[in-house]
């Protein structure tokens, strides 16, 4: 009786046991097929623990509803433990990607203020001291798929953001980010890819004047496959959308970074009542911009009558002597190219192939605003070769623009010369050589120098569309 028993309850058992949804699609003779028994069943389960920002599909009696929330929840863990790509960041909106970003933001802490909400302190994004930055200063969204058209969108976002700061004291507290998503660029989710464009804009620290190490701010670095630091470990570095921040100093940060550079004791003053009377780096710090006027004028007391050949030439061009319109600048420096190219000069073999129309006359008086005048004016040729290579009908094997400044080291040809190779290195990394640069400036100075001694300096940016 007893061994009966049992055996009964051990067959209604197994029989309870092979019936079950999970079990049952695993066994041989279970016609459904395995993935959709088993998503339907960790779709059950997990249904009520999901945090992401997930909106199931279809409804309650849809077929198949289970694996497809399944699979949404399962795009959604991918997307949060490895960071966007491009196919995923296309399909979300400009407000979905920076509600995700400050998310990410939130989440680890990477601010002490953000939105008014006070967030407890967290892992440091710069410096792993367990500090955080004081504030979020703003987040801005490029739309270009361009590496070029990147570029020139974060310079006008820096422009943009040191007109925001301006009139703010110097000296703050805490450091503070401001963030510069790239979205909708393919090349920039490759990492490598990504570390080249931040190198193109170190390189251009020494001639700005508010970005860099001693200055305002400096470069921080965001992307969704950091390597050399796993997420589990430092997640600050891995945002879900490849990211430049703009780190701005506190004042114990610049204090710090300038005596780094140079030290803190500069330069003894002579002939004082205190002989042990020093200088320090903070000391000059609310001279610099006094100096920086003082330099100028001096280049142009000094520099101006090498500026151009002959009073004729200054009357006639306004280099030193007339403000003149943007049209007035244009021709002014057409006509010389013109003048100059009876001769030929190397310097001037890609004047013909200047587009019409396409000239452009900034009016930077800082590297930050002639690199983002530059940038855009390269993005708009580099759309134009592109056009052009896609061209079989036109077999021009180059095409250029114009890029005149009035302001901005109209006196100082090295200093111009140093902005252009700045441009010039990241062009040639950045389009594979496809773009180049020829260098025009008053004083310059050089091998056959007449031919490169523009009434203002320009540059002539040009695309190989066809070697």
């Known amino acids: 009786m007893t061994v009966s028993m049992v055996s009964v ?3 209604l058992g197994l029989f309870h046991w ?8 695993f066994l041989s003779n279970d016609s459904r097929p395995r993935g959709s028994t088993a998503l339907s069943y960790f779709d059950d389960v997990s249904r009520d623990h999901t945090t992401f920002g997930w ?6 009696g849809h077929d198949g509803v289970g694996a497809v929330g399944a699979t949404e929840k399962m795009e959604a863990m991918q997307r949060r433990l490895f960071g966007h790509d491009l196919s995923s960041a296309s399909s979300l909106s400009d407000s979905q990607i920076e509600d995700e970003t400050r998310e990410w933001i939130k989440d680890i802490r990477l601010v002490r203020q953000l939105a008014g909400e006070e967030t407890t302190s967290g892992p440091s994004a710069y410096f792993g001291n367990g500090d955080t930055y004081g504030g979020l200063l703003g987040v801005s969204l490029s739309k270009s798929s361009s590496l070029v058209g990147c570029l020139a969108s974060f310079w006008r976002s820096v422009v943009s953001f040191i007109d925001d700061i301006a009139d703010e004291a110097d000296k703050v507290e805490h450091s503070r980010l ?4 790239f979205p909708q660029c393919e090349q920039l989710y490759d990492y490598d890819i990504f570390t080249l464009l931040k190198s193109a804009v170190e390189f251009c620290q020494d001639s700005c004047t508010h970005y860099g190490h001693g200055k305002r701010f400096k470069l921080a670095l965001y992307h969704p496959r950091y390597e050399n630091a796993p997420k589990m470990i430092y997640p600050e570095h891995h945002s879900p959308f490849p990211s430049l921040g703009l780190h701005v100093f506190s004042e114990a940060e610049a204090r710090a970074d300038n005596d780094d550079e140079g030290g803190d004791e500069i330069v003894r003053i002579g002939e004082t009542e205190d002989p042990k009377e020093e200088i320090t780096s903070s000391d000059i710090a609310d001279h610099v911009t006094h100096l920086s006027k003082k330099k100028e004028s001096l280049e142009k007391l000094f520099n101006s009558p090498a500026a151009v050949s002959s009073v004729a030439d200054s009357r006639a061009f306004g280099h030193t002597h007339q403000v003149l319109s943007s049209e007035d600048v244009i021709a002014a420096s ?6 100059r190219s009876s001769e030929s000069p190397p310097s001037l073999k890609y004047m013909d192939t200047l ?6 006359v900034s009016d930077a008086t800082t590297a930050e605003q002639a690199y983002a005048d530059i940038w855009e004016q390269i993005s708009i040729l580099y759309d134009a070769g592109k056009e052009n290579v896609h061209n079989a009908e036109r077999e021009v094997e180059v095409i250029s623009s114009l890029f005149i400044v009035e302001k901005y080291a109209s ?12 441009v010039n290195a990241a062009l040639k990394h950045l389009t594979g050589g496809k773009m180049f640069l020829e260098l025009f400036h008053p004083e310059y100075v050089g091998a056959k120098h007449a031919s490169r001694r523009s009434p203002y300096p320009m540059i002539q940016i040009c695309y190989r569309v066809r070697t």
């Open 411 to 422: 006196y100082n040809a090295s200093e111009f010369k140093r902005f252009a190779v700045t």
């Open 18 to 25: 092979s019936a079950t949804p999970f079990v049952s699609a």
């Open 55 to 60: 909106t199931p599909t279809g409804g309650p």
């Open 9 to 11: 309850v051990l067959l």
């Open 334 to 339: 057409s006509q010389w190219i013109v003048d």
């Open 355 to 360: 587009i019409d129309d396409m000239a452009k």
């Open 178 to 181: 401001f963030l510069q998503i």
